[in-house]
Nanobody, 124 residues
C-alpha cells in the first residue's frame, strides 16, 4: 500500500502563486508515475499534471501549461506542484495520485492511490 498526504493549499489572490506538496509513504518502490488532479464543485475530476517516477517525463493539459510545474524530490519521496499566475478558475480541491502502471497518464482511472485532497481557492 501507498499513502499520499497533500498539503500547501489555501486562499490566494488572482495572479498569485502556491506550491502544493504530496508526501508519499509505504511501498513507493512500486510507483511508476504520479499526478495531480483537481475537482471543482459540480464538475468532474480534471487532470492537472503528471510526472514519471524518474522525473524525466512530464505531461500537462493546455489549461495549465506554462503556469504549473510538477516535480519530485526523490530523497524525500515528495511530489510538488508549483502554481503560478493563478486564476479564479483554478479554484478546486487538488489531489495527488500514484500509478503502478502508467507513467504520465492524464486519466484518473490509471491511478490506484489517491490523497485526501487540499483546497485551493483563488479570489478575483
Amino acid at each position: 500500500q501507498v499513502q499520499l498526504v497533500e498539503s500547501g493549499g489555501g486562499l490566494v489572490q488572482a495572479g498569485g502563486s502556491l506550491r502544493l506538496s504530496c508526501a508519499a509513504s509505504g511501498r513507493t518502490f512500486n510507483i511508476r508515475g504520479m499526478g495531480w488532479f483537481r475537482q471543482a464543485p459540480g464538475k468532474e475530476r480534471e487532470f492537472v499534471a503528471a510526472i514519471s517516477w524518474s522525473g524525466h517525463l512530464t505531461n500537462y493539459p493546455d489549461s495549465v501549461k506554462g503556469r504549473f510545474t510538477i516535480s519530485r524530490d526523490e530523497a524525500k519521496d515528495t511530489l510538488y506542484l508549483r502554481m503560478n499566475s493563478l486564476k479564479p478558475e483554478d479554484t478546486a480541491v487538488y489531489y495527488c495520485a500514484g500509478s503502478l502502471g502508467a507513467v504520465i497518464s492524464s486519466r484518473s482511472s490509471s491511478y490506484e492511490y489517491w490523497g485526501q485532497g487540499t483546497q485551493v481557492t483563488v479570489s478575483s
